[in-house]
């Protein structure tokens, strides 16, 4: 119910990828704690792409407006994404 934001806006995402549960247990714990990230598709700027587009006229009046982005990808016990908007 709140009207878009109108000016500049910094965009932060966090891409958060299940472990695989083919890999070994050695490589799972890893990858639960950094050590491994996640490769594989989607490109982390689709996913920013895909994120600044949904977000036009719900959060921001256009995604002309983002002057900032931070994105990463990581894994994590389940899948999620954590988007943060906030106005600069």
Not at 1 to 15: D, E, H, M, N
Not at 17 to 38: C, D, H, I, M, N
Not at 41 to 62: F, G, T
Not at 76 to 83: A, E, F, K, N
Request: proline share 9%.
């Amino acid at each position: 119910g709140r009207a878009p934001l109108g000016g500049p806006v910094s965009l932060t995402l966090r891409a958060v990828f299940e472990v695989p549960k083919s890999w070994p247990k050695k490589r799972q714990a890893e990858a639960l704690t950094g050590g491994v990230r996640p490769t594989k598709r989607p490109d982390i700027s689709n996913l920013v792409k895909l994120v600044e587009d949904a977000l036009n006229q719900v959060v921001y009046a256009d995604d002309a407006q983002i002057v900032s982005v931070a994105a990463e990808k990581c894994y994590g016990p389940q899948p999620l994404t954590i988007v943060t908007i906030m106005e600069v």
